[in-house]
């Protein structure tokens, strides 16, 4: 079989063969030609890889355009050079095999078809040859070796060209705060923290780094003093408040600004609550639960810190506290037409106890950072103590559900103690001259269960926490619950105390025989019951004197998530089945109309499936609310946002236009007809 002949490029077209020497010659010059360009090429590859661009090193946004272009053009050069690359590695296979031949074939007419060899040995198909690679070195290779060797380099050579920029731009979209996402509980890119680059971290002392004093060592410092003090009021740290204080600012053009006394009992007091953030319930912020088997029986605060164990407890609650309530928060209350915020809050925002699992005091801070938001924005400060040492109901927004150990028990005592304890020290910090005009009511403890509960032990714990905190300085008005007793019961009780204001929590879902009620009977008793209780209370002559509501939502149903405890059924559809056999209930509770044909699925829909009878029942439920509260001091609702629970948040509510678009300006206040809503299923 006929080997294929080689072309020589001795000749010019159409002339004589050139001898043995002239085409040694001229080979000679063609290699040096060819390492020539294998030089440039190496030069201009050095000086690409040699960029920041290719290099992956940081690279702005504003590089990311000149790195494409320059990856477009070396494209086009790296194309150039590998079909070069290709055809003289083709050649050399060819010129391999090719035996010697007495002849040289003349120039071919058109110098585009020249072929390109490799030197004599090359051509005079010896297998194994010395080669110069780029850099200089040698290296002895085969024919075909020598062919895979380029094609691979070519290869990677592209590949780098290609990849390089574009792991520029991907990375710098991840990095971005649009590819990463942020926002209040959305798990987005940690805070900045600004506040921290003009602060030396030498001027935190050893003794304090990693501490709660250690700025460095928090999630968020944003509106944070963040200058080391060791400072302390009431043995409370004040590091992380600003020296300065505005008290200038009102809620709306309806309300006094906060340098001027509210006018408590004439002006009625139109509020929220933000449930959920300082002391955790499942049913706001189910995201906090759900994640977890059933079987490890993580139900509140305590078994939750618990199983997370300190160190993750601590950066999960803490990014919790810094995003589900933000200064945005406060200025989107006020602009509702609100005008006072209630702050629920545990004991462990000021200690914890041996065995309390709780994340201790980093709470404090986002506490305090609140009230000042709450002050820029002209918003009046309940302070609630929510959970107080041992539980005093033993629900799950205490922090540990299950027994009462406040007042009750083995520890009863001691923690009752404890608790006049915390007041002590809370009292005597917010007594200061900047809380005087802002924090104008003061809460002593969150809905102790005083059905369980010893009464009389009860408000003799009441009134002596009362003498600790007025003996303290505050000036506030001081709060505590009415104990699930019921109004009329508090008639006369604490006459000698003074400043003192009775607190009752409005709901009908927790209450079988109100929660069967139809539509419009909820808000007959709405108008009717509550009001008139209202009215009452707030008479002496009647009842106790100041009352108010610090409770209430529009939910017609305990449908809702977690609302009864994690993994518990609903009073509505009859799959309450609690430890205490007294709390049970196994047959469904909706009204009679329903035939017992109970479900949650509608009621736990979305506002965008409500009906627009719905939607106005919803509303006018929540006007009845507003306007019988208001024959007492006012109200606060809860809560101003939940995870998914639409009846339980003004803002989700007040999106769904089933709240009024301002608080203070309502359609309905008890004195028209109330619609039968015949149209409206009573099942949901």
Known sequence: MARPRRESHGAAAGGPPRTKGQRERERERERERERERERTHNRASQSHSRSPEKAGLGVSSSSQASSQALSADSLAKLNAENEKVVEKARERERVGHARPVAKAKRYQQHRKKRRVVSGPALEEGRGAHQRRLRGGDLERRSGGNRRCFWILIAILVLLLIILVPVGVLVLGKKSSPAASGSGPGGGGAKPSNDELKSIDPASVPTAAKGTILDPFSWYDTKDFNVTYTEEKVGGLPVMGLKTAWDDSARANDKVPPLDEAWPYGSLPIRGVNVGGWLALEPFITPSLFSSYDSKLAIVDEYTLTKHLGPSTAAQQLEKHYATFVTEQTFADIAAAGLDHVRIPFSYWAVLTYAGDPYVPQVSWRYLLRGIEWARKHGLRVN???????????????????????????????????????????????????????????????????????????????????????????????????DGFLGLPNWKGQFATLQNLVLDVHQYVIFNNEQLAFTHQRKIEFACGGWGAQMAASGDQATGFGPTLCGEWSQADTDCTRYLNNVNVGSRWTGTLNVDDPSLRVLSPTCPKAAGGQCECDSANAPPSQYSAQYKQWLLMFAEAQMASFERGWGWFYWTWDTETAVQWSWKKGLAAGILPKKAGERSFNCSGEIPDFAGLPETY
């Open 383 to 481: 302070l609630d103590l929510h959970g107080l040492p041992g539980s005093q109901n033993g629900w799950n927004h205490s922090g540990r559900q299950g027994m009462v150990g406040w007042l009750n028990g083995t520890d009863g005592a001691l923690n009752g103690q404890r608790a006049l304890d915390v007041h002590d020290q809370l009292s005597k910090f917010f007594a200061q001259p900047r809380y005087a005009k802002v924090v104008t009511i003061y809460g002593l403890a969150n809905e102790p269960k005083m059905t369980k509960l010893p009464v009389a032990t009860v408000q003799e714990w009441t009134a002596k926490a009362v003498g600790i905190v007025q003996a303290n300085g505050i000036k506030a008005k001081v709060v505590f619950g």
